[in-house]
């Protein structure tokens, strides 16, 4: 029925298919925003009784000023310590490349350098793994200071104004943490 030895699909349409299997770190990045943004509005709504009903106007307003930042320092922060992470993984990387392309058939290796693969895989390992060291990190520290201003600094305030200073003034820190050069 098909023809024998041909592909369905040209090498270009190969290509794009791989490259195209991940996720974008940017689509994770407003995933994980939009979920950690939200996440205050149900503990405000839980443990200081807020009726989400009634305060849905304000919940949205902060959560969608939370999620902007917090977008901003995932990608802040996963930029800084992308190139460190490839230049320490470079050795390995290398390694493991190498021998895959050693078992690879000549025709497979037409086109195809050595050092090209290296660069792409190394760059793919890296952005992988800043993308989810900088989310552990920004929503490690969101978390943290979320407690910390919500029931210690701004605890006498009423809960709108709890959830807003506190929503809002975790988020900016958080965003402006990830703006700083490393020491």
Known sequence: MGRKGKSMFTQEELELMNTQKYTTPSAVYMTW?????????????????????????????FAAVAAAALFFAYQNTSRKIRDGLAAKHSEEVRAMVTENYKSMDKKQKEGVHLDSLVVEK?????????CFLSLSYN?????????????????????QWNYGLSVTSTSILVALFSTGSKA
């Open 33 to 61: 925003a939009a979920i950690s943004s939200t996440l205050p509005a149900l503990l405000f709504s839980t443990v200081m009784v807020m009726n989400p009903v009634d305060n849905i106007i304000v919940f949205v307003a």
């Open 122 to 130: 190394q760059s793919e390992l890296s952005e992988k793994e800043s």
């Open 139 to 159: 929503n490690a520290l969101f978390a943290f200071l979320l407690v910390v201003f919500s029931f210690y600094v701004f605890r006498s305030l009423s809960g």
